[in-house]
């Protein structure tokens, strides 16, 4: 039977991937001298996973490469190798190794040879180093024995003496399987010697007490044979002995039968083996380019699967339910009870289905909180900090995508914490603190988001050089009075470096508007808190999912939209006092110390509206990267979550749309893009301007 | 329909194992540790374990240890899965009362023929 086991190797590479993670994890757990041997257990083990698979789906270049790592590891399990820094570090290049191996051969790409042979060869090093018996010894034994046994010599006949012990069928083995086994490789004729059985009271079923001669005839090899009693060869007193032997082309010598079955030789098919497999691989590589890279696979705990099919049970009772009452052909008020009892049933099974499907695209954020100890392993050694890092709330669930997307922010975050946050060992002793310095990853659920904070006990932002910095270039005015939040906030802004020397870790202060930017097109905010030598708090709040959206519904005309409620300030009758013009095209809301623009909906997408006298609608003030405008829209319709649709997979995309939904009554309503609405609104009114002058112009 | 417990923490070798199986008639129950399987094994009973070495909770060696020590799994084949390198394992594997075992890396022919080959 020919089964295709390339099916099974996304799942393999899942869980190499996991491996490594763990491997990573653990690594950096391991205390150089005192190693924990569970912990090296637990490495090793993520090792010998990953050995195996990938040379049972035929991937032998991570097959090799991780021998060399369990060998290792294998030792250091044993208490014969000590845990170095040197080794640690070398392992852990390794995992770095291996990982990019698994996603060259996923992709189907070249393997980075130059990078694998350099750590290959610093493993092999470390462990020629004072250990025994290198691999390249290991692969000539073997091949010498390969050599043997293709010339072993092939017998006409043997005789095979078989006296299992009294307990060997005690583990499973079967003598009358292993005569039947013998039974393909030749005509085979037994006798039993039943001499020292006993009587029937004194017989122990459990015990074996029969024992077997076993005449072969064929032209069968020796290994053949002692193969069949690979399993129990220290089970039993087994003499194989050739009755008639034929003169061998290619050795005279021998013949001689032995005795003992030979493990050695047992190697040999095994060796043959590996080597149909390798030519097997290289036949099956251009298939294999066919496949797809991108792996768009989740993995779902089955007990919300299990929630999810329970939902689905409900929903379908309450559906016969419904449609019971719908059969009735006197409907009365009776019925219309057991209606509106129904109605509301599937009201609820449908919020909660919509939950539980929800709750498949979550996962834990330790997800992305995983790649940190690493990160800050590296970059602590580098910048020459002591710096323990903290991780809590790990288990804390976030959609999927939005997961992907915060992994860079975070690392930048974290990245801009250890190199401009914490100190210098010395400079924090001299401040009093410890010389090791604390960053916190913090996760938790609020309200219908995700609260994530990066905590460190640094040096503070320091607010006089931001202050300046920002005045320096341009950002702020010296005359602005800034309170100390809106000073911190100055670091998010769009080219904002305050690093005296640029460094490789954090770059040049580029990242943060970078950050901010990406938080905010995940629907979420970004915000700082710091004291200047206390640390800093950098707390990020993100949507749960991306899937859904608060929205408030507004109308304009016969047009239903959707504001995401997140933007929205607040809502507000026109004061016709507060109105002014400028330039004749823009109108601007006073509103307290503001003065926002006034975005008429219906100019911007070219619609009709109910009115458009300003004192006739509502305004509702949105705010985007802070800057805020109000738009003018004919009634305010409810707030709702609303499925997000995308615009661009069914139709195309369109400035000042992020989406479309469909609402309770089959109407589609499209979702605002607030800051694609700006962007329009600046053109149409830059247009109008440009009108309006030109038919002045004309007039003139 | 003879009934096997296949036992990997390595969920891509279960799955194989599995679907081989399967795919020759047999029944296959999987287990991602020795824990679940002695588990598996304590309320139902199989004619085949295939196990791997290193699984964390319990590995394969204490596994054969514990079913050994249930009465139904006294004399029924238990087979490891292990690799070339560890010889050593496979003298401690017959030690603690496993039947064989089945050489990684093996593709499906081969574990095919070798659990035919116990099973009769």
């Known amino acids: 039977m020919a089964i295709d086991i390339s099916q099974f190797l996304d799942t393999f590479y899942e869980e190499s991937f996991e491996g490594l993670d763990i491997m990573e994890s653990e690594l950096l757990n391991l205390d150089v001298g005192e190693a924990d041997v569970e912990v090296i257990n637990t490495i090793f083990r993520a090792a010998h996973s990953i050995k195996g698979g990938s040379g049972t789906f035929g991937l032998n270049a991570v097959a090799d490469y991780t021998h060399v790592m369990e060998t290792l590891l294998d030792e250091m399990r044993a208490g014969e190798r000590e845990v170095t820094q040197n080794a640690v ?191 097997g691989e290289r036949r099956s590589a251009p298939k294999a380019a066919k496949k797809p890279a991108e792996s768009t696979s989740i993995r779902v705990n089955i007990n919300k ?45 449908t919020r909660e289905l919509q939950e539980s499907v929800m709750r498949i695209r979550m996962m834990p954020i330790s997800f992305a909180f995983q790649r940190f100890p690493r990160l800050v392993h590296d970059l602590s050694s580098q910048l020459g900090k002591q710096i323990e890092l903290k991780l809590t709330g790990e288990s804390t669930e976030l959609d999927k995508t939005v997961m992907e997307k915060i992994g860079d922010p ?67 005015k010296e005359e602005d009075n800034l309170s100390d939040e809106q000073v911190n906030d100055l670091i998010f802004a769009p080219g904002f470096s305050t690093a005296e020397v640029v460094s490789d870790v954090s770059g040049r202060g580029v990242g943060m508007d970078v950050v901010r930017r990406n938080i905010r097109a995940l629907g979420g905010t970004v915000e700082v808190q710091s004291e200047q030598g206390v640390g800093s708090v950098f707390t990020i709040r993100l949507p749960l999912t991306l899937a859904i959206l608060d929205g408030q519904l507004i109308r304009v005309g016969e047009e239903t939209y959707i504001v995401p409620l997140i933007s929205i300030i607040e809502s507000l009758q026109v004061n016709p006092e507060m109105m002014s013009s400028v330039t004749g095209a823009a109108d601007v809301y006073k509103l307290r110390d503001d003065y926002i623009p006034i975005v008429r909906l219906y100019d911007v997408f070219g619609i009709k509206a109910d009115s458009t006298n300003i004192s006739e609608g509502l305004l509702v003030v949105v705010e985007n990267e802070g800057k805020k405008i109000a738009l003018f829209v004919d009634e ?24 479309a939904t469909i609402l309770g009554n089959g109407t589609v309503a499209l979702i605002l893009d607030i800051n694609g609405v700006m962007t329009l609104y600046q053109e149409v009114t830059r247009a109008s301007i440009l009108q309006d002058k030109t038919e002045k112009i004309i007039a003139a | 329909m003879a009934k096997i417990l296949a036992v990997d923490d390595s969920a891509s070798m279960r799955q194989m194992v599995s679907f081989t199986l399967k795919g020759a008639g047999f029944d296959v129950t999987e287990a991602s540790d020795g824990v679940e399987a002695l588990t598996k094994a304590k309320s139902d009973k199989y004619d085949l374990v295939i196990s791997d070495v290193n699984m964390p909770n319990m590995d394969g060696l204490t596994l054969v240890g514990e079913l050994r020590k249930l009465g139904e ?48």
């Open chain 1, 89 to 279: 570090d070398i392992l852990l290049r390794s995992v770095d190794v291996l990982r990019s191996m698994l996603i060259s051969l996923k992709d189907n790409e070249d393997l980075d040879q130059e990078t694998i042979s350099k750590t290959h060869e610093e493993l092999t090093h470390l462990l020629n180093g004072g250990a025994t018996g290198t691999p390249a010894e290991a692969i000539t034994a073997s091949d010498a024995t390969a050599q043997q046994s293709e010339q072993a010599d092939k017998q006409q006949g043997w005789t095979i003496k078989f006296k299992p012990h009294p307990d060997m069928l005690q583990t499973g083995n079967d003598p009358v399987r292993i005569i039947r086994e013998l039974e393909s490789l030749g005509d085979v004729s037994v006798e039993a010697d039943t001499s020292a059985l006993p009587e029937f009271e004194m017989l122990d079923p459990e015990l074996s007490y029969l024992s077997w001669t076993i005449h072969l005839s064929g032209n069968v090899a020796e290994d053949d044979i002692t193969e069949c009693f690979e399993w129990v060869d220290d089970e039993c007193d087994l003499s194989i002995v050739a009755t008639q032997s034929i003169e061998n082309k290619t050795s005279g010598e021998g013949n001689v039968a032995t005795d003992k079955p030979m493990i050695e030789a047992a190697a040999a098919p095994e060796e043959r083996r590996t080597s149909d497999r390798r030519q």
């Open chain 2, 73 to 120: 799994f006294k004399f029924i084949p238990i087979l490891l899965l292990t690799t070339e390198s560890s010889t050593e394992k496979k003298k401690e594997g017959k030690a603690a009362g496993a039947t064989g075992w089945i050489v990684k890396p093996f593709n499906p022919d081969q574990l095919l023929k070798t659990v035919n080959k116990v099973l009769g």
């Open chain 1, 305 to 349: 699967v299990d929630d999810l099919i329970n939902m689905v049970g409900e929903l379908v009772i309450t559906q016969s339910m419904l449609s019971q009452i719908g059969g009735v052909e006197d409907f009365d008020t009776s019925a219309l009870e057991r209606l509106n009892d129904g109605l509301s049933q599937l009201e609820q099974h």
């Open chain 1, 410 to 476: 975070l690392v930048h975050l974290v990245r801009n914490s250890l190199d401009h946050g914490i100190e210098m060992p010395d400079v924090r002793v001299q401040n009093g603190k410890d010389e090791t310095g604390i960053i916190e990853l913090n996760a938790f659920h609020q309200g219908g988001n995700i609260v994530i904070e990066i905590r460190d006990d640094g040096a503070g932002l320091n607010k006089e050089r931001i202050l300046n910095k920002a005045i320096a270039s341009g950002i702020v």
């Open chain 1, 636 to 659: 305010l319709l409810g707030q709702q979550q609303v499925v997000i649709k995308s615009l661009e997979t069914n139709l195309k995309q369109i400035d000042g749309l992020s989406g």
